[in-house]
């Protein structure tokens, strides 16, 4: 299929004259329609057709009903209906009142995928509303994170294994049914037929664990015979085949012995299991990851949403609605921390850079703030400080000592220089710099109790200079009344957290993959987009307000 680019079209005659009298206030599609114009276009989508084949559906059109979809949180079906029936959904991308529709909103997506325009949707729409000026670079913006279930089901280790060993026979089966015939027996379809759920598994202990030793068993000997020299060679390459091959080595290893082989299942206290980053936790979603916060463990992804955050004026008007500038999507492993510098690459990107970005403490460490700096933006949150034994117990922690960085000397607070100052590079490449102080000095000292416990002496370790005096200056201002004033501007961003997950319905991914879900998050972030633009020109407020009879009594009538 190719795309052969067309200016946008405008809205038949008969369209507009039925779709206003329908719906004489408007309509979300409607007024997006009117005061956006044509955000989207054929030939920003150019890379993900061909130049070849029979002309598809404009993307644009399917662009803009995708935003329409996640903004009602509509499945494909639901949408498509919407398309033929619904004469806002017409107005919208310009269709004649006896257009039949659509329904290609599976394919288009994959196209985008494929194409690596997965954040198109979002970009294009932020290009328009840069135009217009309701965003724009060096203002205030913040970020939060919200976790997006997978779009899988939980497996326990031993549904995992069954399960994976259903996924590579179902693949084999579809793809080579006269070689799997040969390599496995009729006992198979028995216990790997049916979807294998924890209510089918036996019950007791020593049952579940005669069971997954025959799983390791049936999964080794799969993946031996997919290997053979007389299996065709691309059949190690099957999707399914090498998610078992992953797993089995995750979940399963062989010794052999007097007795022969044996199977042995890995235990996390005995033979250690592959840290969260690495475990996979479906063979049909590879992306997903395990991870947990505050005691609750979850499958699945991480999203992070950047919006910018106007101060209200004194009526209690802002500029411009709150609108969502960035969409960073990540398996559920990557710390927050780590996606700082990929939220400003993706922000710059945009042309959106900030001049102030609002985070929580997840966003900030002391590496983070001299690069933050450098590219013109104040990273607010809260950097969080560590919990030595000398701030416990009320004695001298590093704060306390005097630095002279000139002369590479540190001073205690009993007059004492330090003897040795040594740059190191300590984990992940930390550069640090170690300071010690004569053990004689310290064993002398009458504030020893309060200092070091140790035989050598006090030690210290420093960051470089920049980096640590831009802490003590970032840690001494979390402190003042202005600091805390204007950091309380981030709790705004919950609201736009829950926004996205139940709105538009992101916290459990629709479609399986990450490249999958990055797309999804775009399309809902612009739909939220859309949401505000729209709540904004209609004086709607974004959230439900309810008031009783009693708060909606009009006093100055009784008087």
């Known amino acids: 299929m190719s795309m052969q680019p067309q200016p946008w079209p405008e809205v038949p005659a008969d369209t507009a004259r039925v779709a206003r009298r329908a719906f004489r206030k408007g309509s979300l599609a409607i007024r997006a329609r009117d005061e956006l114009g044509s955000w989207y276009e054929d030939a920003a989508f150019a890379a993900a057709y061909g130049v070849r084949g029979k002309p598809g559906i404009s993307p644009a059109q399917l662009a803009m009903v995708t935003v329409l979809q996640f903004a009602e949180n509509l499945t494909d079906r639901q949408a498509a209906d919407a398309v033929r029936g619904r004469l806002d959904w017409k107005y919208c991308p310009g269709l004649a009142l006896e257009d039949e529709g659509f329904s290609l909103l599976s394919e288009f997506r994959a196209r985008l995928v494929a194409g690596r325009l997965e954040r198109a949707v979002l970009d294009l729409l932020l290009d328009r509303l840069k135009g217009l000026g309701l965003v724009r670079a060096g203002g205030r913006q913040r970020t939060d994170s919200a976790h997006v279930l997978a779009a899988v089901r939980g497996l326990n280790r031993l549904e995992l294994a069954g399960e994976s ?23 198979w379809q028995q216990v790997y037929g049916q979807r294998i759920g924890n209510l089918r598994l036996p019950a007791s202990e020593t049952a579940r664990t005669k069971l997954a030793e025959q799983y390791g068993r049936d999964g080794y000997h799969l993946l031996e015979a997919v290997r053979a020299a007389g299996a065709p060679g691309w059949l190690r390459e099957l999707p399914a085949v090498r998610a078992l091959r992953v797993i089995w080595v995750q979940q399963y290893y062989r010794v052999t012995g007097e007795r022969g082989e044996k199977v042995i299942r890995r235990e996390a206290r005995e033979h250690g299991v592959p840290p969260g980053r690495l475990k996979l936790v479906s063979p049909c979603d590879l992306d997903a990851r395990y991870s ?26 802002r500029p411009a609605p709150n609108l969502i500038t960035s969409v960073a999507t990540t398996e559920a492993t990557v710390p927050d921390a780590a996606m700082t510098e990929p939220v400003h690459d993706k922000m710059a990107a945009a042309g959106l850079l900030p001049g102030e970005h609002v985070v929580d403490a997840g966003y900030t460490s002391a590496d983070l703030l001299p690069g933050a700096r450098a590219r013109g933006i104040t990273l607010l949150g809260p950097l969080l400080s560590g919990s030595p034994p000398q701030a416990r117990s009320g004695g001298y922690t590093a704060e306390a000592f005097t630095i002279d960085w000139d002369r590479q000397q540190v001073t205690c607070p009993q007059g004492v220089t330090s003897i040795v100052w040594c740059p190191c590079v300590q984990q992940e490449k930390r550069q640090a710099i170690v300071v010690r102080f004569a053990a004689a000095a310290c064993r002398e000292c009458p504030a020893r109790a309060r200092c070091t416990t140790s035989r050598t002496g006090r030690q210290l370790f420093l960051r470089p200079r920049e980096i640590h005096e831009a802490v003590a200056a970032a840690r001494a201002g979390q402190a003042s009344q202005h600091w805390k004033q204007r950091y309380n501007i981030r709790a705004g961003v919950e609201g736009t957290m829950r926004q996205a997950t139940h709105v538009t319905g992101i916290r459990r991914a629709r479609y399986i993959g990450l490249d999958k879900t990055r797309l999804e998050h775009a399309a809902a972030a612009a739909a939220v987009n859309l949401l505000r633009l729209d709540a904004r020109g209609t004086g709607k407020p974004l959230d439900r307000t309810r008031t009783t009879h009693l708060q909606r009594l009009d006093f100055s009538r009784g008087a």
């Not at 060993?165 to 006992?187: E, N, Q, T």
């Not at 505050?294 to 919006?307: F, I, P």
Request: proline share 6%.
């Open 165 to 187: 060993m259903r996924a590579a026979l179902g693949a084999l089966a579809a793809a080579v049914p006269g070689w799997l015939a040969g390599v496995i027996d009729d006992s």
């Open 292 to 317: 947990e916060k505050r005691g609750r463990g979850r499958e699945g992804c991480k999203a992070r949403l950047s919006e910018t955050c106007h101060e209200p004026e004194p009526d209690g008007t």
